[in-house]
């Protein structure tokens, strides 16, 4: 079993940033990592993928919409993954989720939310214009 607690989440201006952290507890190896987010009044099969760390490479890959404003990293002593957002927007506004999957992926898996199998309980963030 994997554990996720998300972190960071909170009110902010458009322009500014935030950094997301998800720690992992449990059994903490994970193949790969990755943020998503719902927006208000969205069912869950419609989460939005922003980006994924393959945790034993260290290779990301991005959502086209969020490459340049977005950075996943990691720290590895601290089984923990962030997301640093920049240049944050009203329509940024969501819950982000952080999420898991021990087994591999392969390269056109990486957007699909129904292949990852852990998943933290969501951080609201709000951008306010």
């Known amino acids: 079993q994997v554990q996720l607690v998300e972190s960071g989440g909170r009110l902010v201006q458009a322009g500014g940033s935030l950094r997301l952290s998800c720690a992992a507890f449990?059994?903490?190896?994970?193949?790969?990592m990755a943020w998503f987010r719902q927006a208000p009044g969205k069912k869950r099969e419609f989460r939005d993928f922003l980006a994924t760390l393959d945790w034993s490479s260290g290779i990301t890959y991005y959502a086209d919409f969020v490459e340049g404003r977005f950075t996943i990293s990691r720290d590895n002593a601290k089984n923990t993954v962030y997301l640093q957002m920049n240049s944050l927007k009203p329509e940024d506004t969501a819950n982000y989720y952080c999420a898991a999957s021990t087994v591999p992926l392969l390269e056109n898996e990486y957007t699909d939310w129904a292949v990852y199998g852990y998943w933290g309980q969501g951080t609201q963030v709000t951008v306010s214009s």
């Open positions: 449990g059994r903490t190896f994970s193949h790969h």
